[in-house]
Nanobody, 124 residues
Framework: VQLQASGGGLVQAGDSLRLSCATS????????MGWFRQAPGKEREFVAA?????YYADSVRGRFTISRDNAKNTMYLQMNNLKPEDTAVYYC?????????????????????WGQGTLVTVSS
């Protein structure tokens, strides 16, 4: 499956953005999907994931909402009340559904396919 992330940009603290991850090539509903981010000089970190349920990093819970539209083969990340510490390149990723996924969606190694990333910059 191919993934294309979009929607990043430069915003001010407190603003909102919605990221999209468009997929093609395989049946979208056969995949669990996730968002990760990497800030300058830092390691990649988990942001949110979705299969039948949704999962969030503590740092974004209550501010970010992950969703998916299987009819459009697209995943979204609605980001509200953005903070300067949310500044990062955001990557979407897909993991083929399999029994061993349970409890591992916060791990980058779980995912089989990655998009190219979209930059989110939040100014204070």
């Amino acid at each position: 499956v191919q993934l294309q992330a979009s929607g990043g940009g430069l915003v001010q603290a407190g603003d909102s953005l919605r990221l999209s991850c468009a997929t093609s090539g395989r049946t979208f509903s056969d995949y669990a999907m996730g968002w990760f981010r990497q800030a300058p000089g830092k390691e990649r970190e988990f942001v949110a994931a979705i299969n039948r349920y949704t999962y969030y990093a503590d740092s974004v819970r209550g501010r970010f909402t992950i969703s998916r539209d299987n009819a459009k083969n697209t995943m979204y990340l609605q980001m509200n009340n953005l903070k300067p510490e949310d500044t990062a390149v955001y990557y979407c990723a897909a993991a083929a559904l399999r029994p061993e996924l349970r409890g591992t969606l916060q791990l980058g190694a779980t995912y089989d396919h990655w998009g190219q990333g979209t930059l989110v910059t939040v100014s204070s």
